[in-house]
Each structure stands twice: as C-alpha cells, then as structure tokens.
C-alpha cells in the first residue's frame, strides 16, 4: 500500500495536528511518517487491528512515546518536547486506574486537590453529575460495575478540565451489552462537555457508533479517514471494504468506461457507478466490483422475471443459510464468486430459499463500488495473515 497523507479541517485552527510524526523502534517502523489534523471539538477514532500502530500515535499526542520523527501540535502550540504532565491532555485507559481505598468523589477529586485546590465539591459534583453517578459517590471502585468505573476514569480525566481527552480502549473490558450502552454514553459525555475526543479501538461498530470521523489505520499508517457512513459506502481500499462490516468482492473485467463503468464477471453484466470507482478502475483491465450483503436481495430462480429492470444480477445457489431473528445470512456460491454474502431482513421470507436452490441475486447498481484489482481480497478479513502479526510496539 503506497503512503496515505490524511488532513480534515484545517490545520491551523485543529486542536490536535501531527505533522510528519513517525515511531520505529530498531528494525521494526509502528507509524510511518503521518499527517493527520483532528478538529477541535469532535470525536475522533482512530480505528485498526492490533499491530497497526494505532496506540503507538495516541502515545505520541499523550507524550508516553517520543516521535522518530516529526511534530505534535495541541492547537498552535508544539508539545513534541513536553512531558506528559505539561500537556493539557487526559488519558483513559482500559483498566480504569482508580485508587481502590478511596471513594467515588475522592477519586474524582484526586487531580484537583493534587493542584492544591482547597475546594473541590462544586466541580466535583458537577462532574459525578455529568456522569449520572450521583446516588453511588460514597462508594468505592470494588461496589460498581465495569461500565460505572470507566465512567467515574472518564469523570477525573475531565475534571481537569484538559484540551483533549484520550481513550485508549476504554471499552475492551466490558461485555456487549454493556459495552453499547456506554458506547452512548460516551457520545453524550463528549457532546456535553464539548472538547476533543480522541477514541482508539480495534472494534469497527464502537468507532462508527460514537466518532464523527475516523482513521482506519493498517500497518502504520492511515488507510482511509473520513465520517463512518462515507468509509462504509464508499471504502477506497479492500482493506477498508473488509474491515468495515462485510463486503463482497467480485473479480470483473471493465469493457466500458464512462458515465458509468459497465464490466464483466461470471459470464453476466455489472454496471457502477464512475464516482464510486478508484481511478485504477476507470483506466480499464480488471477491477474488484464491491456491494454490501445488505444491499442484496434474493429472488427465486423461478421468478427471476419479477426482478425489476436496470438492477444487477447474478445467478448462483444457496449453499447455506443462517436465521439469525432481525435477518437471515445467506451463502451463495455463483460463477462470479464463491460464497457471496447476502443478508435479508425476516420480513417476508420465502420458505423456498433453502441450501441447493437455484436463486438470483440482484440490487440497485448505485449500491456498487469498484476497486482496484491489485490488492488482495482478503486484507481486512479475519484470513489475512498480515492484519494483526504484530502486537502494538507500545
């Protein structure tokens, strides 16, 4: 992959820019030399999975890790050179760190009265308030559950009142359903408070659920940066195709470029649209033709004349099924690929749609995007080797 430079906003005014900050450690390069300006005021995630060197440029803002290379600007201000304590920025981190003896308030009072500020309460109970804990102040950490003690870590990070606040993995802890909650409560925290968040995470529902935008981090540097629902629809590369939810990648060839790119793939058709192409694809040759499984639908062989024209098609069969309550997941295996992704909501299912049924698959072709066919189909997927070799150096 060839070296991505990512800006948003702009630069002079972001409350948090890295300029050309790199991070080896002896043979082994975690972040390659990297752009990258956060606005002030948003939630910003950087997503990827271990290895990528995500944590390893969190480190770099908080200043726990010197840069290699390059420079950290909080605002105007460069803060390369600065500890970590000189920074006006609070870390979060996965196990929570609070102090076992001491109490809810106490422990969210501990950066204030460190400063030697004498009267704590106001801000305090503003704070335990903010984060809807205060039937629980007189407790200790032992007495609240997972996503209550991330809340009081989040709560004494902000009492400082910090320029950005950093969450590293703040959620990895907790279990699903837990997790989803404070997903929300999280958004609603930062909404509140207003200042910069920056959230790193391997898990691609939490960084699209609660991030404005986000950078999808893969061998140390950015693959694609952008607000989550531009990186679903239209993901750049297969990495982000894969590592955002699901996709199907068809291999086809391009025998017709302009307005719309119309290819070839398993002896039948394809049209997409030119501007979700790379330009890699409108040069011609081959071309990976991507859709969504949700943007599928599934029709029996039988009633393929039903299918409504100008859609496109493929013709396979089912090769397994799995009801699942809010939809039903689909494998079909076709002469434009094997094992194609489908999922369909359990509206009106038909009862006909069983493993070996010969079926057509069809959707709108502005749901269809084209990459370029030299990268791998598998990068970003649970089978590429390459993805997660490397713990984060940090």
Same mark, same amino acid.
């Given at each position: ?5 990512? =800006? ?18 002896? $043979? &082994? ?77 106490? !422990? ?29 102040? =007189? ?5 609240? $559950? ?14 400082? =009142? ?55 981090? !893969? ?23 894969? &590592? ?24 039948? +058709? ?8 790379? $330009? ?5 040759? +081959? ?24 859609? !496109? ?9 799995? &009801? ?71």
């Amino acid at each position: 992959m060839t070296d991505k430079t990512a =800006h948003t906003g702009n630069t002079g005014g972001g409350d948090v820019r890295l300029s050309g900050i790199s991070k080896t450690y002896g $043979s &082994f390069t975690a972040v390659h030399p990297l752009d990258l300006t956060i606005p002030q005021g948003s939630f910003f995630a950087l997503l990827g999975a271990s290895g990528c060197g995500k944590t390893t440029t969190l480190r770099m803002i908080a200043g726990l890790e010197d840069p290699t290379t390059g420079t950290v600007f909080l605002g105007d201000r460069d803060v390369t050179d600065l500890p970590p304590y000189k920074r006006p920025v609070n870390t979060v981190f996965q196990s929570y760190a609070l102090f076992p003896h001491m109490d809810i308030f106490e !422990n969210i009072a501990f950066g204030l009265r460190r400063r030697g500020i004498k009267s704590v309460k106001p801000q305090v109970d503003e704070m335990i308030e903010l984060v809807q804990l205060g039937e629980h102040a =007189h407790k200790k950490p032992h007495q609240l $559950s997972g996503g209550q003690q991330q809340r009081v870590a989040v709560a004494r990070a902000l009492i400082n =009142h910090p320029q950005v606040l950093l969450l590293d993995e703040p959620l990895g802890a907790l279990d699903l359903k837990l997790r989803r909650q404070m997903q929300l409560e999280l958004k609603r925290i930062q909404t509140e408070v207003g200042i910069t968040f920056v959230h790193v995470t391997h898990d691609q529902e939490e960084a699209m659920t609660m991030a404005d935008q986000v950078a999808v981090m !893969n061998g140390g540097r950015v693959e694609q940066l952008g607000a989550p629902a531009d990186l679903y629809e239209n993901p750049q590369t297969t990495f982000v195709a894969n &590592f955002l939810g699901t996709s199907n990648l068809i291999e086809a060839e391009v025998v017709e470029t302009g307005g719309d790119v119309l290819v070839t793939a398993g002896g039948g +058709k394809l049209r997409v649209p030119g501007e979700r192409c790379t $330009s890699a694809v409108r040069a011609g040759g +081959k071309v990976l033709v991507g859709v969504r499984p949700e943007k599928i639908s599934l029709t029996h062989a039988d009633d393929a004349d039903e299918i409504a024209a100008g859609r !496109n098609r493929v013709t396979g069969r089912i090769a397994d099924s799995s &009801f699942i309550g809010v939809s039903t997941q689909y494998v079909v295996n076709s002469p434009a690929g094997a094992e194609l992704q489908v999922y369909e909501q359990n509206i009106e299912r038909d009862s006909r749609l069983v493993p070996g049924t010969e079926v057509v698959l069809h959707w709108n072709p502005a749901h269809t995007f084209g990459l370029d066919a030299a990268q791998s189909l598998l990068a970003g997927t649970v089978g590429d080797a390459g993805a997660e070799t490397v713990e984060d150096a940090a």
